[in-house]
């Protein structure tokens, strides 16, 4: 019999499946947000065929990674950075979807241990321009987009946004039209990390190609 992890796995799955059918587009990779989840839900959701697991914070993060450590797990940091936290994220992680500043994206570089492949990072877009949220400003993106490329160890992936609410479908639109931007520019950029639990859908029909889920995965947080 299924638990309600699975259950709500498969549900989600389903609900990737048929947004990309309906638009006629790849599926998007499922991003596990598994911050505030302990260790024992990530290695069932790894069992039943997940891969990828994005955490916010370094200070509950590293617990997991050592618990976790015999599985292939890849690991994205989905959270604010402070400059004077970016070692652990450079040594640990694969992916980073919330660089907003040059002087974050220097020190990842200057970080990333030579032993490992580069470091994927998503420009984290303040899509729209929103105080209570960082983010680059969408006028700011392609400048920092091409310091980032030419960043040695880090390789620019594309673009993060958490949009306003009320229109996200409008925001993720907008996000791909700077992705656009960059492509026109020469950047690849080929990765657009939008939509979540509640805007799935929208994102995926603006061409997401990750979509970062929590609550829906895992059920609402203790």
């Known amino acids: 019999m299924m638990n309600d992890l699975e259950q709500r796995f498969r549900q989600v799955r389903q609900r990737i499946d048929d947004a990309a059918r309906a638009q006629h587009k790849p599926a998007p990779t499922l991003l596990a947000v598994s911050k505030k989840h302990p260790s024992s839900a990530i290695r069932q959701l ?17 617990a997991k990674l050592t618990e976790l450590a015999d599985l292939d797990i890849i690991w994205h940091f989905i959270g604010p950075l402070q400059s004077n936290k970016t070692r ?11 660089v907003d500043r040059e002087k974050i994206a220097r020190r990842l570089s200057e970080q990333r ?55 996200p479908a409008q925001a993720f639109q907008r996000l791909a039209g700077l992705q ?32 970062r889920i929590g609550s829906a995965l895992f059920g609402e947080r203790m």
């Not at 790894?46 to 590293?62: I, K, N, P, T």
């Not at 652990?88 to 919330?98: G, K, L």
């Not at 949220?133 to 960043?151: M, T, W």
């Not at 960059?182 to 029909?205: F, K, N, V, W, Y």
């Open 180 to 211: 656009a931007q960059l492509q026109q520019a020469g950047l690849r950029a080929d990765t657009l990390s939008m939509g979540m639990s509640d805007d799935l859908e929208p994102a995926i029909a603006e061409g997401s190609t990750i979509v």
């Open 113 to 167: 241990p030579n032993h490992l492949p580069d470091l994927n990072v998503c420009l984290q877009v303040n899509i729209d321009r929103e105080t209570t949220k960082s983010g680059v400003l969408p006028e700011a993106v392609l400048p920092l987009a091409q310091s980032v490329a030419a960043q040695p160890r880090l390789q620019l992936a594309g673009l993060m946004c958490i949009p306003a609410p009320t229109h």
């Open 88 to 98: 652990p994220i450079a040594e640990h992680f694969a992916w980073v979807h919330s």
């Open 46 to 62: 790894y069992q039943l065929g997940q891969r990828d697991f994005g955490e916010s914070y370094w200070q509950e993060a590293e």
